[in-house]
């Protein structure tokens, strides 16, 4: 490589010359890359052949530098000079023809030296010396260094900036990131590289160095995806966040990439309904956008728009950026409203090949079980109900040898007690929890490869999961595999196509309050075992009064409940660059997805297949959807280049069919058959199909501009037009604006700049749409099918939905204030966010009078609001050479309130209403005051109680118990949620820690409370032991009776239910070890080697007695916090291998 | 170069815009149709009045758990059978110890239903107005149209009859302006479903009386029109002597229609073949596979003897008789006899020699054979049957005769019943409207009838003293001891999210 040394310098100018030294760096990957395909080098005579449109001059630059030996260094100040639009046409010219060509009109200088043309301003008072300090020399030092500059991940850095300190002598890694450079003996080198963390040696003593450069967090000038294009950070004047890959996949059960954002970006939480595998969860953007439409962000991967989330690897994806105000969300119109993800995934490298295999294996276990009875202990319960009714327990008068041992003589007697009673004592004491669960699995393999040359580029990816359930025989797997190509197939034509293509695959035995298996388990008696010694199985009601419900361990060994799907996404992306400021992009994608559910059941399950000799229903859908995007981009500068835009004009037209079609029979002769072949069963299920498309059309506008560098400006306008509306209100116009104030580039402020060196306004206000609503709710439909007359069937019609042509979108406002702030160099990064995000014309499938015909009718309905607050904070404490240690602290809240609804109370279902004023699905229950005690007997009566029933409130003192005495006691949804994650590394080590805390949520327990006041049908939680006697009356648990002595039900939602569901989870612990280039040594051909140990969900701590405070029921928002024999979560212990060829 | 490439892009751009981009918009679904384009064929109507039919089968449809259907919620208020196997439903227990609260789902469930029903009705009266000869014949579109008045009429007399003032809707619903309806009285209300009976009647006229398909015929219209008119004489109208009188005429008319009998033996009923025939007036049509009947399931022993005595036997203990009732028929009652209406003991699936006893009496009268082997009943169920229209018979000339009579015509019609029952007892010379109310007890039990008569008698049958007794006052043998029938307790309160949706909703 090169070696310039600095003829002259003064120790003032240090800063800036490294400055320039690293913005030739860039060049000199150019050069490099260069260098190598050509193989050739330039004579200095060499004669140079330009041919260049509007082009800017340091672009021409770059093109002398492509084509000779020459390279141009810059004097400070002359950035916007150098961005000026040239003409230029040259035909076998030598350097200094072209130069004078170039410079003409510029109000730029030059001095060529040697192999260096030095640019200054024209005017410039003193050319000499500016010259002297810009150029590069070489001289000689005392000693010669070598190192190779990699990353964390082993790749090398091609084109970092070695310096001495203290001089300008410094140099430029190379293509294989190595270095050479001549240093006085105790110099002390600083390594720096544009989004890298700096770093300085000591070479005291050492001529050897292998450098690792660890990324610099959220550098300003990264650059950020909004969709339809892309802008730097420092440009942005809308709200929104960013995520690496890195922060994707160190969570060990992060099956997809919703799992692996949870509690990463302010303002998006992560609703998660379930532990099982593969889970149950999705993302919400700044609260919840509507209330009966779709609540989901959109999903945006590489261009291609509304994509499922769960089928993306995360181990693909190279970032993802989340657009959460209406200025970023408008430029995707009515699908914005609740947040855009834009996923972006990884593409090949320009770079000599790699091949990255990065695996997980891992184990999770149950780590909270919840305190239920046993044997001896049900057995007092069951004695407590008997006695409360004056009644003898079953097994003490007939014998009930299968679950009880007897006392009994020598001779075989059954011995009595003194009242002339059986002596009996359980014979099983099952652990069910322990019987259910498993020691949970986890493989995850990925193998990718990349690679590349200046005009094409290639990466491929294969990868496997298998994720055991913490529930037996549940499971979640997925093949799939990526290939993304680009390349610059004309000068004038880029292309980019990418297929995705996999399928999953799930036993999903979670069931809820039917025959489920997690509700199963908790509620077995203890006394009944897994299976009796004659090997038939346990059931619930072997027992008396039992409820009747199968063995769990049988329902999940003999039923299946699968669900699995083939997808594949093909995205073609063609780029026609029209001159440097004018491009077209036109995009085609198809996305299909052929689904199946599987339900099968052998013969005999209880209450599942007792009666029909096994069934099996076999449903399969096919979805199409296809999309094309047609855009324009045109950047230009204005105003002598103080104002660079940016526009976007565009439009799309995208297509939804899906059909669908189901089969089943029962009755089989033979288990053998399973689902594989329907024609075996007897009896066959009726038949069905289905179809429903829709469609939407729209047409954007985006400009972005840049003022000075200081004052930013946007404005999108997006109409979209969408089939399911009714016909006066086909389309939707959306408009936002979006302005910033770079105050730290302001001169006021340069002075506090050594500190602040950020400080970004940004405010922006719009409206977005919504129109995730079913397809055809605004015809009115009959429902058809088939009925029976005298044994035959006949087809019949009953009116289904009364048709509303008036429904138009739904419309969100959103206000955001946002602030930026970088200090000391961005080490400390601070970004703070407000909004107000108001919902109107709110979709809603409104309930209306039955005397109409209808339950339910789709219609605009009031308003809603979310506000907001959101906040990040990252910081890097410690940075020194060994040692690093930084802090990351995400925080939001959000407060989801009903502004207008008619002044009617809402459904909101589960026990939860919506009230203007009150938050959205706030549960709406009795009071549970205790129970009544002996000395109320009177009063009890009021109310048809006795001494031992429960005692509610009785809000409006009527002597009635009844709708009118229900309280509004919160809601599901958390006030506030914190991330905090801490990174330390040594070394090669690494120790990450990642806690969540989250507060403001209530948890609406009905699994706790109904294992609590259903005795006799089940098991019951421990606490049940404080049930009402007369000894011991101050309770909240009523007496434990059989139920026919429970008058008057006793298993309304109450306040006994409402648990505070504050928790502190101690979510991820990771410790990392990257081998150094230098330990793999002569195993050259290994790049990069790392070992990572991770402990997900270790620890919770909450007050809450069910598996896990973070739940929720029939994936629907409005179950949020509601438990309902929810399946636990797992605490994943595991192992990561990554290594790089 | 660069010109060609702009022209391929300029002309690209025009294309996508120039592409019609309403046509792209507009919905065509295809797995519905929609009533703003029907009745354009024969087949369409028809199927539109088929689905009146199966808004009968909502009675079938329960909340969680075995053993929760609509159709037991109703006999768990009368008091006279019992829950073996206790829900954990606060809605049904609410029946079963006579405390109905306005937030029932079960009286939300028969509101909608019935509502439902009613619309679809209006939805298709309007749309058969304008249908031409050319599309169907005279008589076919009036036999629709019979069907679907009786229909309207029937679900207005169930609505009026459990709610009394009740919203009057007889045209569509167009959009969802003034859904807010005001309450009619009681009077209007049954004068509408008079109309529209009457109505039916009219139409029908050249109809055959019963029909094998299961379809409403003229038996089935003029037999409700005898049992509203029985009603009307009755509470809460109490128009008497001339109504009582209108009761006997229809009843008399299906009587002599001669297309009815009452079956020989009570083991008749229970047989498949005998479905829509014979003593089955209208029944809801059930099918092992398509439209299974819980019925036979519901009724089965519980606990479940040790040896099974049907498949599927732990869906049992739904309903069964107290023992009082079963007590108070009399010994010599051939429905008391084992396996008339009840049983106490039966032969194992396995193996029919051997017998269990069930340590209780259970109800007998639906048992399905088929379904105790399968697993699946396809059983039909009672919902207007020729007994009830013998005893109307009966009652209503008693009533007319002044509490007791002595024409043949009415003793003919109760002794039909009587006489199946006591097959050695002879033809009585005058009956009491006790006697006959009695009978309907005995008779009609468990069929979903019993609430009915006794609110529109306000009387009860004193179990213990084996009279017909007043219903308020008296604590029926299956709810809670010292419970007894208030006022109160004779109207459903509206339900809870009708009346957040309805203010008008105040009795």
């Known amino acids: 490589m090169k070696k310039y040394i600095i003829k002259r310098l003064s120790s003032h100018d240090k800063f800036h010359q490294t400055m320039k030294i690293m913005r030739i760096t860039s060049f000199f990957l150019f050069l490099n890359v260069l260098f190598i395909q050509a193989g050739t080098s330039f004579s200095q005579e060499a004669k140079l052949t330009i041919n260049l449109r509007s082009t800017t001059i340091k672009e021409a630059c770059r093109q002398i530098e492509r084509q000779s030996s020459y390279i141009f260094v810059f004097s400070d100040n002359i950035e916007n000079a150098l961005n000026k639009k040239i003409n230029i046409e040259a035909n076998s010219r030598n350097i200094k023809e072209v130069c004078d060509d170039i410079f003409s009109m510029s109000g730029l200088s030059y001095k060529i030296l040697d192999k260096q043309v030095v640019v200054y301003a024209e005017n410039a008072k003193n050319a000499e010396s500016i010259v002297a300090k810009t150029a590069i020399f070489q001289q000689a030092q005392s000693k010669t260094i070598t190192g190779r500059i990699v990353d964390e991940k082993g790749d090398p850095i091609i084109g970092a900036s070695i310096i001495e300190i203290g001089t300008t002598n410094g140099t430029i890694s190379d293509m294989d990131g190595k270095f050479s450079l001549n240093v006085k003996d105790d110099a002390v080198i600083r390594v720096s590289y544009v989004g890298y963390l700096v770093q300085e040696i000591n070479t005291k003593g050492k001529k050897n160095f292998d450098v690792i450069l660890k990324e610099s967090p959220k550098a300003l000038d990264e650059v950020v995806v909004v969709g339809y294009g892309t802008i730097t950070k420092k440009d942005l004047s809308s709200s929104v966040s960013s995520l690496k890959s890195d922060q994707l996949v160190d969570r060990t059960s992060a099956f997809n990439i919703l799992q692996g954002m949870a509690g990463k970006v302010a303002g998006v939480q992560n609703v998660t309904f379930s532990g099982k595998p593969g889970g149950a969860s999705s993302l919400r953007i700044r609260g919840m956008g509507s209330i009966n439409a779709d609540s989901n962000p959109i999903y945006v991967l590489d261009g291609v728009v509304g994509v499922d989330p769960q089928i993306i690897n995360p181990e693909n994806v190279e970032s993802i950026d989340i657009l959460k105000d209406a200025a970023a969300t408008a430029m995707y119109g009515a699908k914005g409203a609740n947040g855009v993800v834009i996923i972006t995934t990884k593409s090949g490298k320009k770079d000599k090949g790699t091949v990255v295999y990065n695996g997980k294996v891992g184990v999770g276990f149950l780590n909270r079980k919840l305190d239920l009875l046993n044997a001896d202990e049900f057995m007092e319960v069951q004695k407590r109900a008997y006695a409360y009714s004056g009644k003898i327990m079953p097994q003490l008068l007939t014998p009930m040898e299968n679950l009880f041992y007897y006392s009994k003589d020598a001779s075989g007697n059954y011995l009595r007690d003194k009242n002339g009673y059986l002596i009996a004592s359980p014979k099983y004491d099952t652990d069910w929890q322990e019987a259910v669960t498993q020691n949970a699995l986890i493989n995850d393999h990925n193998l990718s490869f990349s690679s590349g040359n200046e005009k094409t580029s290639v990466y491929a990816n294969i990868s496997y999961q298998d994720f055991q359930g913490l529930v037996k025989e549940t499971y979640s797997k997925r093949y799939s595999g990526t290939i993304n190509v680009q390349s610059d197939i004309k000068k004038w034509l880029n292309i980019q196509a990418i297929l995705t293509t996999g399928s999953q695959k799930q036993n999903d035995m979670e069931g809820g309050f039917g025959q489920g298996p997690v509700r199963n388990m908790i509620e077995m008696p203890p006394i009944v075992p897994v299976k009796y010694e004659d090997g038939t199985w346990g059931r619930k009601n072997d027992f008396p009064l039992g409820e009747p419900a199968e063995n769990p361990i049988r329902l999940l060994q003999e039923q299946k409940k699968i669900g699995d ?262 080490r400390i990064e601070f970004l703070i966010d407000f909004y107000n995000k108001s919902t109107k014309d709110l979709l809603f499938s409104k309930q209306v009078p039955f005397t109409t015909g209808y339950s339910t009718t789709w219609t605009n309905l009031g308003e809603i609001a979310n506000k907001g607050f959101e906040f990040t904070l990252s910081s890097k404490n410690i940075t020194n050479r060994n040692f690093n240690w930084s802090s990351d602290l995400v925080f939001s809240s959000n407060k989801l309130v009903v502004v207008d609804v008619n002044g009617e109370t809402i459904d909101t279902g589960n026990g939860t209403i919506a009230r203007e004023g009150e938050e959205w699905a706030s549960y709406y229950v009795y009071n549970r005051l205790g129970t009544w005690g002996l000395n109320e007997i009177s009063e009890a009566a009021v109310y048809g109680k006795k001494p031992g029933d429960l005692k509610y409130e009785d809000v409006n003192k009527d002597g009635i118990i009844n709708d009118n005495d229900k309280k509004i006691m919160g809601n599901g949804l958390p006030k506030g949620d914190l991330t905090f994650i801490n990174t330390f590394s040594y070394k090669g080590f690494s120790l990450m820690i990642d806690l969540n805390y989250r507060y403001g949520a209530k948890i609406l327990g009905i699994t706790t409370t109904m294992m609590e006041n259903r005795q006799i049908y089940g098991n019951s939680l421990h606490s049940v032991l404080d049930a009402w006697t007369p000894e011991h009356q101050n309770t909240m648990i009523a007496a434990i009776r059989l139920p026919s002595d429970v008058n008057f039900g006793e298993n309304e939602k109450d306040s006994r239910m409402i648990y505070n569901g504050d928790f502190l989870r101690i979510r991820n612990i990771m410790l990392t070890y990257d081998f150094s280039p230098k330990t793999l040594g002569k195993i050259n051909f290994i790049k990069g080697l790392t070992l990572a140990l991770n402990v997900e969900n270790a620890h919770v701590f909450t007050s809450y007695p069910g598996f896990d405070p973070e739940i929720g029921f029939l994936s629907t928002d409005n179950g949020q916090g509601i438990d309902f024999y929810s399946y636990p979560r797992p605490t994943t212990v595991s192992t990561n291998l990554k290594i790089t060829f | 170069m660069k010109k060609y490439i702009s022209i391929i892009g300029c002309s690209f751009v025009l294309l996508i815009l120039c592409a019609s981009c309403n046509s792209f918009l507009e919905e065509e679904p295809k797995t519905f149709l929609s009533p703003d384009f029907y009745f354009t064929s024969e087949a369409q109507a028809k199927a539109a009045v088929n689905g009146l039919y199966t808004f009968l089968d909502d009675r079938f449809v329960g909340t969680i758990g075995p053993g929760t259907q609509t159709y037991l919620f109703m006999e768990y208020l009368p008091g006279y059978g019992d829950r073996p196997y206790t829900s954990s439903s606060t809605d049904l227990n609410q029946a079963v110890n006579l405390n109905v609260k306005e937030d029932n789902l079960y009286v939300q469930a028969i509101w909608e239903t019935h509502y439902k029903a009613i619309e679809n009705c209006n939805s298709i009266i309007e749309g058969m107005k304008d249908v031409s000869s050319e599309i169907m014949s005279l008589d076919t579109k009036n036999n629709l149209l019979g069907e679907v008045y009786f229909f309207r009429g029937y679900n207005y007399f169930n609505l009026v009859r459990l709610f009394g003032p009740i919203p009057l809707k007889l045209s569509s619903t167009k959009d969802l302006s003034n859904v807010q309806l005001k309450l009619s009285n009681e009077e209007a209300v049954y004068s509408q479903i008079e109309n529209d009976l009457l109505t039916a009647d009219s139409l029908m006229v050249n109809n055959v009386w019963n029909s094998s398909e299961g379809r409403v015929a003229k038996g089935a219209v003029e037999s409700l029109l005898a049992k509203v008119y029985l009603t009307m004489a009755g509470f809460p109208l109490q128009k008497g002597v001339p109504y009582y009188q209108k009761a006997y005429n229809y009843a008399q008319k299906v009587i002599l229609s001669n297309k009815f009998y009452v079956f020989d033996s009570y083991a008749d009923l229970r047989k498949i073949s005998n479905e829509n025939s014979g003593e089955y007036i209208w029944m809801i049509q059930c099918h092992s596979q398509y439209a299974g009947s819980p019925v036979h399931f519901n009724l089965l022993p519980y606990p479940e003897p040790t040896q099974p005595i049907s498949s599927a036997g732990s869906y049992g203990g739904a309903l069964a008789p107290t023992q009082a009732f079963y007590d108070s028929y009399s010994s010599s009652d051939m429905r008391k006899a084992e396996k008339g209406y009840y049983y106490t003991r039966h032969e194992t699936l396995k193996d029919p020699s051997i017998i269990v006893e069930l340590g209780r009496p259970y109800i007998y009268k639906f048992w399905d054979d088929d379904a105790a082997k399968t697993g699946n009943s396809g059983k039909n169920y009672p919902l207007l049957t020729y007994s009830d229209v013998l005893l109307i018979c009966a009652e209503a000339k008693t009533e007319i005769d002044g509490g007791s009579t002595s024409d043949s015509k009415a003793i003919d019609a109760y002794f039909k019943v009587r006489n199946r029952a006591f097959p050695d007892e002879g033809k009585p010379v005058s009956i009491t409207t006790d006697d006959v109310l009695k009978e309907r007890f005995w008779e009609i039990c468990f069929e979903g009838q019993t609430w009915y008569d006794m609110l529109r008698t306000r009387k009860a049958f004193n179990v213990t003293t084996r009279e017909i007794t007043d219903m308020i006052g008296y604590n029926a043998p299956a709810h809670p001891e010292g419970h007894i029938f208030k006022e109160s307790d004779l109207l459903f309160p509206y339900p809870l999210r009708e009346k957040r949706l309805n203010p008008n909703l105040v009795r």
């Open chain 1, 565 to 826: 799907q083939n997808f594949s996404i093909f995205n073609l992306v063609s780029t026609i660059k029209f001159n440097e400021k004018l491009q077209l992009t036109v995009k085609g994608d198809m996305q299909t997805t052929n689904s199946r559910s599987i339900s099968y059941a052998k013969a005999g399950l209880l209450d599942v297949s007792e009666t029909n000799n096994g069934y099996a229903d076999i449903s399969n859908g096919i979805s199409q959807k296809w999309s094309n995007e047609d855009y324009f981009t045109y950047n230009n500068s204005f105003f002598d280049k103080q104002l660079q835009s940016n526009f976007v004009l565009g439009a799309s037209w995208y297509y939804n069919h899906y059909e669908s079609s189901s089969s089943g029979s029962e009755n089989f002769f033979d288990d053998y058959f399973e689902y594989y072949n329907l024609g075996a069963g007897t009896t066959f299920h009726k038949p069905s199909s289905g179809m429903t498309q829709n469609t939407m059309n729209s047409f954007y506008f985006r400009m972005n501009h840049n003022l000075k560098d200081k004052y930013l400006l946007g404005l999108t306008l997006r109409m979209d037009g969408a089939s399911n509306f009714g016909e006066n209100n086909k389309y939707g116009f959306f408009p936002s604006i979006s302005a910033g104030w770079r105050i730290s580039e302001e001169d006021f402020f340069r002075e506090a700049k050594n500190i602040i060196n950020n400080l970004k306004l940004r405010g922006s206000y719009g409206e977005v749409g919504n129109a995730s609503i079913p397809n055809y709710t605004t015809i009115s439909s009959y429902y058809n099918n088939s009925t029976v007359f005298n044994k035959t069937l006949e087809p019949y019609v009953v009116l289904s939905n009364l048709g509303n042509k008036d429904l138009k979108w739904e419309t969100s406002a959103q206000l955001d204030l946002g602030l930026d702030m970088g200090f000391l160099n961005n």
